[in-house]
């Protein structure tokens, strides 16, 4: 092997990333991978009892509400009712993963390559591999 | 036929990514999959392992040279 490089996960909550363009559908292509539902545009109730308004309010399959807000510098973040909620934490962790192997399969795409596989691997990392002649 | 090299991409539970070439020596590597990875999200850290240190290929870089 030889240069590894790791990058920050395009998704999280603490250096969010422009989730502008493709990003809001590379986001909700992840979401129904997960089985979730999701719609543009709602309101939900946040950690401080408040309504605010979400770009994409997400339910888990424990009917949990996940709110996404895109905000003024076009970063996304992430809104539950409950921050102690381990399985909305859960969700969360599952989005960020599907939203990188979706970021990571357009990319790829984008600059050429083709031959792309995938594989779910059994310590819950997913690996991609691409080959290139030169 | 050329030479060819594998990019590795594996993405852990909470979304980190890391990216391994596999096939290409010397600092040619960094350069290869570093625009690549720019294009994923910001970078956090950039390990060399024992490859990226060994020679190019003397076919790569004579084919180079003739370009």
């Known amino acids: 092997m030889s240069t590894c490089i790791t990058v920050s996960p395009p998704l999280s909550g603490a250096d969010c990333v422009p989730l502008i363009g493709v990003g809001m559908s590379l986001l909700t292509s992840g979401i129904c991978e997960l089985n979730y539902a999701c719609e543009l545009n709602q309101q939900m109730k946040n950690c401080e009892g408040k309504i605010v308004a979400v770009d994409l309010l997400i339910k888990n399959l424990q009917g949990e509400q996940i709110g996404v807000k895109v905000n003024k510098n076009g970063n996304a973040e992430f809104i539950l009712e409950d921050v102690k909620s381990v399985s909305a934490l859960e969700s969360i962790k599952q989005i960020r993963q599907r939203y990188s192997k979706n970021k990571v399969l357009y990319e790829l795409q984008q600059v050429g390559y083709k031959n792309i596989k995938q594989e779910k691997l059994s310590n819950g990392n997913i690996r991609i591999v691409v080959e290139k002649w030169e | ?67």
């Not at chain 2, 070439?21 to 010397?26: A, M, Q, T, V």
């Not at chain 2, 350069?31 to 970078?43: D, H, T, V, Y």
């Open chain 2, 1 to 67: 036929m050329g030479v060819k090299y594998q990019v590795i991409v594996e993405i852990d539970p909470e979304g980190e990514i890391k990216v391994t070439s596999k096939g290409i020596k010397g600092s040619k590597c960094i350069s290869e999959i570093k625009p690549l990875c720019e294009r994923f999200g910001p970078i956090k850290d950039v390990q060399k392992t024992k490859e990226y240190y060994e020679k190019e290929d003397l076919k790569q870089k004579n084919k180079q040279k003739i370009k």
